[in-house]
C-alpha cells in the first residue's frame, strides 16, 4: 500500500481543512486534485459558497493543474503564511491516515520516520521515532523489542489523541 494520497472522506472526518490546507497538501502530493473538488462540491451542496468552489466543483478529478488555480484565488497570501499550523495539521492527517492502515504496512514505524523526515523533524514527533532516544524516562535496555516496539505505538497513539482533541477544538 502506498501512503498518498490520502482520501478525501479520511481527511474530512479528521480535520476541517481551509482552502489553504488543500492547497499545501496538493502541492507537497499528500492529496489527488479530487479532495479540493469534493470539498468545493460539499460546500456547493451546503447552498453556501462563492463562485471559485462553484467552478472548481464542475472539475473533473484528476485534473490538477486545473484546480491550481481556483485553489489560489480560494487561499490568500495572508492565510498561506501560516504555514506552521498548515504542516502540523498535515502531520496529523498523515500519521493518523497511517495509523489506521498500520496493518498494511511491514513496518508502520519505519513509515513515521520517513513522515518524520519528509515534515522536516517535528519536535512533537520524537517520542515514537525509533532511533530517538526516549525522553520520559523509559529505559529500553530494560525490555525486549515488542515492549519497546509497544511502547513506541502508545506514544504514536496518545499523540493522535492528543492533537485530534486540539484540531477539534
Known amino acids: 500500500m502506498n501512503l498518498y494520497p490520502i ?16 492547497k499545501w497538501g496538493c502541492e ?9 473538488i469534493k470539498k468545493a ?16 466543483s464542475f472539475l473533473i478529478p484528476g485534473e490538477v493543474n486545473h484546480a491550481s488555480p481556483f485553489l ?3 487561499c490568500s497570501e495572508l492565510e498561506l503564511k501560516d504555514d506552521l499550523m498548515i504542516k ?5 492527517i498523515v500519521l493518523s491516515w497511517l495509523w489506521n492502515n498500520r496493518n498494511s504496512f511491514e513496518d508502520p514505524l519505519a513509515e513515521v520516520e520517513k513522515i518524520y523526515a519528509d515534515f522536516d523533524y517535528p519536535s512533537e514527533i520524537e517520542g ?3 532511533y530517538m532516544p526516549p525522553s520520559d524516562g523509559y529505559d529500553p535496555s ?6 519497546n516496539i509497544n511502547h513506541l505505538m502508545d506514544k ?3 499523540y493522535l489523541e492528543k492533537e485530534s482533541a486540539v484540531l477539534k477544538s
Open 41 to 56: 462540491e460539499k460546500n456547493v451542496l451546503t447552498g453556501s459558497y462563492i463562485n471559485p468552489e462553484l467552478e472548481l
Open 28 to 36: 507537497n502530493n499528500l492529496i489527488t486534485s479530487d479532495v479540493p
Open 142 to 147: 530494560e525490555h525486549s523489542q515488542m515492549e
Open 72 to 74: 489560489k484565488e480560494l
Open 88 to 92: 502540523k495539521k498535515w502531520l496529523f
Open 156 to 158: 504514536w497513539k496518545n
Open 7 to 22: 482520501p478525501f472522506d479520511f481527511i474530512d472526518k479528521s480535520a476541517h481543512l481551509s482552502w489553504c490546507d488543500i
Open 128 to 130: 515514537f521515532i525509533k
